[in-house]
């Protein structure tokens, strides 16, 4: 029996900490995508899988993506002898317009710092910076670059992972989020590690960390899929804060977010389609740009749609998508960011490889 059975109203269990979540009819976001956005890019290039986005203070929207992910097919313009007139990669860090314009383009191996094996997460703080990160077997460290990709500062270090009490190295980190409140960055660590983790944003000094349900995260191998597991699974695949000061944590493969204080106090979790196998249910998520942030968007690479959810009490009001390639479909929704408009953009990796725009078509924030 799955969650949508119960559609006649929002039915909550609660049990060991576990709220099972249906969906419910009330009013709400909904969206309707945009197929011309972005425009087509320029200099003959091409998106490899796009795995992450982020949207900063002048509602520009930038994303991450893989180069080293294309086929032979896709990049024939780079072969040599080229394969075809098109096309070449672009650049793995892009800055769009809100038309859709590229407006800068840079990232890749340098000077001072340790480029990831593998692409993985984008976000601009407070200052107008940059932080990106991978989750590649050996991707230990996000690094934080000026608007125009100059170097500042690297976390962490290229290396096998040391496992999830190290706090001088990571272990491939899915997401981070910076509180401006506190100028700490929060690491969802990750594909490799089982915790969040705080450092100070400027000085990277260690702060805290903490496991499942706030308690000291742990190594231990999870067999399966356990709602109730004393401990996320691979990946704790997001992290965001609230303006409230609640923190929202995505324990993928559990199929859960759980919710806490920023010194890491549980406060509660929210389930979403239990029954779903594999790569799990709660990819990311982003809070909707109304003074209350009354709602979250997430995105979900497995059942391939995007659901609303009420924040306080984490009932799900609409969904949208399906598993496809057109407009409006996804494979492998990934990410998820929304900019003050309330204009919701979306990534795709595995071979989905692209970036879409969703217009809100009622419930706009106000």
Known sequence: MTVRAFSL?????????????SVAHAEGPNFKVDAAWPKPLPNN?????????????KDHIWIIH???SLTDDEKGAALTPKRSKCCISAPPVIEFDQEGNVVQAWGGAGQGFEWPEQEHGIRIDYKDNVWVGGNGRN?????????????????????P???????????????????AATNEVYFADGYGNHRVIVFEADSGAFKRMWGAYGKPPTDNKIEGYDPQAAQFANPVHCVKIAADGLVYVC???NNRVQVFKKDGSFVRQFVYEPETRGSGSTWDLDLWPDQQQSHLVMVDGTNNEMRTIRRDDGAVTSTVGRSGRQAGQFHWVHNIAIDRFGHVFTTEVDNGKRVQKWDPVDGAPR
Do not use: E, H
């Not at 109203?9 to 979540?21: E, H, K, N, T, V």
């Not at 991707?139 to 290396?159: A, C, E, H, S, Y």
């Open 9 to 21: 109203g929002c039915i909550r269990w609660a049990l060991a900490g576990l709220s099972l979540i």
């Open 45 to 57: 290039w091409i998106l490899g899988q796009v795995a992450g986005v982020a949207v900063d203070a």
């Open 66 to 68: 893989r180069p080293r």
């Open 139 to 159: 991707d230990g460290m996000v690094l934080r670059f000026t608007r125009d990709g100059k170097f500042i500062r690297q976390f962490g270090r290229l290396g």
């Open 161 to 179: 992972n040391k496992g999830s009490l190290d706090t001088d190295q990571m272990g491939q980190v899915a997401d981070f989020a910076i509180d």
């Open 251 to 253: 324990d993928r493969v």
